[in-house]
């Protein structure tokens, strides 16, 4: 008798347990359908990267911002603009008094003359790539350090715009040892974070603007073969950097991968006028509303001086909705596809908004 109710009650158990674990997972389904995207418009200042604690100060403050207009119920991604890591070379230099680029990189040189030297003589590189090798490893420590902290801190995915320095090798989601091989490179490289402060990946530029070539940064291109795609509760983020999302190669790359949300961290070195917002259509925009390759983009924009360096541009959130929020760029009559953008080229917002996926 008592076997006859057992079995009954084991079946009723299993029953119960199958209920709530659907449930649940309907629920989790359910909370992922919707993602909450926040764009950073930065404006750069030399002072912020006076120290790693200025850095991390100034990455805090930007993140109490959208956590100040984000309900922390539905799953997030902070999105940063391009470069944001790269002017960490001048840390620990007193530059914020100097006029140009020129002449910080000059100090910086003359203060690592050493290790400098060595790089430039031994990889036969550029001074401002053997700049670049010699600060590498305290730029990127700091770089690191400060985004893994904020993304648990604040638990949300950060993709950390991008920084210059060479590959350095992820293990179990920790930034490792610089990576063998090609040890005199250095790339425009974003790093992905998750709410739980690893690194999930990292994706190289692949094209490269007239500044980051060898009369410039001196930066070496990622192989558009090694262009990943990452897979995540929240959907498989494509990273392309800037210029790679104009590149049809590149999203082409990212689609066979998977990707479903285009992410173009951006530092656009040149005025906003007619000409460049048009030109911009070609990215994000063209990709995800006018061809609906993508369920949304975000384009974060750096904007302000560095130095005798100035960048502008709008930030935007993009999808494939015919609903807008009727702005567009500010001299463009395109209005669908944005859900958000930016009200200013030279100033510092951020855009937050939930996507219906």
């Not at 400060?146 to 801190?153: D, I, L, P």
């Not at 998750?194 to 410039?216: A, F, N, R, V, W």
């Not at 750096?302 to 702005?327: H, N, P, R, W, Y």
Request: net charge negative.
């Amino acid at each position: 008798m008592s076997m006859i109710l057992w079995i009954p009650k084991c079946i009723l158990l299993l029953i119960i347990s199958l209920l709530i674990f659907t449930s649940s997972s309907m629920k989790a389904y359910a909370v992922n359908e919707r993602l909450q995207v926040a764009a950073v418009q930065m404006k750069w200042s030399i002072e912020d990267y006076s120290s790693a604690e200025a850095f991390a100060r100034r990455i805090k403050a930007l993140l109490e911002d959208v956590r100040s207009n984000t309900d922390k119920t539905i799953p997030t991604i902070v999105v940063f603009p391009e470069d944001i890591g790269t002017p960490l070379i001048f840390t620990g230099h007193n530059v914020e008094h100097l006029l140009s680029i020129k002449n910080a990189v000059n100090l910086a040189v003359r203060s690592n003359i050493g290790a400098v030297l060595w790089n430039r003589i031994w990889y036969r590189v550029s001074w401002v790539r053997g700049l670049a090798l010699a600060k590498a490893n305290a730029a990127v420590k700091i770089y690191v350090d400060t985004f893994s902290e904020m993304a648990e801190e604040y638990q949300v995915y950060i993709v950390a715009g991008s920084i210059c320095i060479p590959d350095y090798d992820i293990v179990h989601g920790r930034l490792g040892k610089r990576s063998k091989g090609n040890y005199g490179n250095i790339y425009n490289i974003s790093y992905f974070f998750g709410p739980d402060g690893k690194i999930i990946g990292t994706q190289k530029k692949s094209y490269l603007t007239e500044m980051e070539c060898s009369d410039g940064l001196d930066l070496v291109p990622g192989k558009l073969e090694e262009m990943e795609v990452f897979d995540t509760d929240i959907g498989k983020i494509a990273i392309a950097i800037c210029y790679d999302a104009f590149k049809e190669e590149v999203i082409q790359k990212l689609l066979r991968e998977g990707g479903e949300i285009l992410i173009q961290p951006s530092a656009n070195p040149s005025l906003w006028n007619k000409v460049q917002q048009e030109d911009w259509l070609n990215s994000s925009w063209k990709h995800t509303y006018q061809d609906k390759l993508f369920k949304c983009a975000i384009n974060s924009m750096m904007v302000g001086d560095l130095f005798d360096l100035k960048c502008e541009g709008q930030s935007s959130i993009i999808t494939k909705s015919e609903l807008s929020s009727q702005k567009g760029y500010m001299s463009s009559d395109i209005y669908a596809g944005f859900q958000r953008v930016a009200r200013t080229k030279d100033d510092e917002e951020v855009l937050v908004t939930i996507v219906e996926l």
